[in-house]
C-alpha cells in the first residue's frame, strides 16, 4: 500500500522545500508543458543517437561499473539551446536557492538514459567527497584522501551528532515519464539526515517515486538514491541539472569544456551559473572583482 506520509507529486514550492527537509528529495510535478518537454526529448534522442552512431557515446557512470547499456550525454548545454531553460528554471533555482543558498553553480547538465536490460546504479550519495564534521580534540578526515564507495556506512535513520550540510543538488528532469519499470531514480527517504554512506545495495526501505514527463524528482546532496532497472521496452530520458554551492568543483568542468560559439551566445546569468563568474574572489583569473572571469588570452602573461 502506498505510504501517504511519503512525498507525492506538488505544484506547490513550499510544500517542495518541506520534502526536501523532511525526506531529502521531493517530486516538482507538471514543469514544462508538453511543446517543451517534446522539443527537448527530439533534441536529447538526436544527441544520443549520434554520440552512439559517432561511437562517442559514453555508457559507464562512474557509479555504476559494468553496465554497457545506459548511456550518458555530457555538457547538454553545448548541445542545443533549448536545454538551457532547464538550469534557469525559476522552481529549479527556488530549490537550489532553498538548499545552497541564492549563490550556487551548475555542476553539471547531463542526460542519463536507461535502456531496457540495463543494470540498477548502486545506491549512493553525490556528496561522498564531504568530510564529516569532527568534534574538538577528534581527528578530521581529510578531505583529498576521501575515495568514492568508502563509507562511512551506517543505516539511513537521524544522526545522533551533527552532520555535514547539503552541499550540491541534483535536480532530475523526466523528459519521458519516470516509472518503475523503466528505470526511475530509486531514493531511500530520511537518508539525508544520517550522515553516513550506502553501502550500495538495494534495500528494503528504498522507493521509486514514478512522474510524468515534464515534471523533476529532485534530492539534495545527502540523500542515497541510485537509478532503477529497466524492465520496461522502451528508454528512461532523465536530464539532470546538478547545481553544487559556489566554493564546490563542479561535476563537469563547465568553463573549460563551453563550446566558444556557445559562449557567445550565454546571457549572464547562463555565465554565472556555469562558473564563469567569481565567488567573493574564487574562480577570478586575474581580477578578483571582475563581473566575470577572463578567458587565459586576456590575462597578463611573463612581463618585464
Ligand atoms: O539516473 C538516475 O536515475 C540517477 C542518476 C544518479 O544517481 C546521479 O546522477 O547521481
Known sequence: MEDRSLPTGTTDLDQMRSDLDAYGYCIAKDLLDSFTVAAIAER?????????????DHPFPAEADGDHI???VYLL??????FHQLALHPTARALATHVLGVDHNLSAMDSHITYPGNKPMPLHTDQWWMPQPALPGERHNRQGDLIRGNGPFGEPTPADRAIAPPMVLNFMWMITDFTVANGGTRV????????????GEPRADEVQPEGTAGSALVWEGRTWHGSGANTSDGHRLGLTTFFCAPVVRSLTNMTYGTRPEVYDELDDEMKRLLGFAPWNGYGA????????????????????
Open 70 to 72: 545506459n548511456q550518458w
Open 44 to 56: 536529447l534522442a538526436a544527441q544520443a543517437a549520434g554520440e552512439r552512431a559517432a561511437e562517442l
Open 285 to 304: 583569473t586575474d581580477e578578483p572583482n571582475a563581473e566575470f572571469a577572463r578567458p587565459a588570452e586576456e590575462t597578463v602573461g611573463e612581463l618585464s
Open 77 to 82: 548545454h553545448n548541445k542545443g539551446s533549448v
Open 188 to 199: 531511500v527517504p530520511g537518508s539525508h539526515l544520517s550522515g553516513v554512506q550506502p553501502t
